[in-house]
């Protein structure tokens, strides 16, 4: 449970899983979050040695940043923008 306090107004949020994370985000796996979380792309926190959960906000401040930035989403390692594009 995160709890932040901002101006007197305490805001309570749940941690969710990767795995809940990725199926709210439309994902087929965790993977491409778990990359994400370890390029620092998506903000997570580790309980134990294998749990890694994020935060709805989180996921969605992640998600809002894909749209703005496409250079890590569906392009392979090393293809040059033309490539991209035709």
Do not use: C
């Amino acid at each position: 449970m995160v709890v932040t306090e901002t101006r007197s107004v305490v805001v309570v949020e749940e941690y969710i899983t990767l795995s809940e994370a990725a199926h709210r985000a439309g994902y087929l796996s965790t993977s491409a979050l778990r990359m994400a979380a370890a390029d620092k792309r998506l903000k997570t926190v580790r309980f134990g040695p294998r749990a890694i959960v994020t935060t709805p906000s989180w996921l969605d401040e992640y998600l809002a940043n894909l749209r703005f930035n496409t250079q890590f989403r569906g392009r392979p390692k090393g293809a040059s923008d033309a490539a991209a594009d035709a």
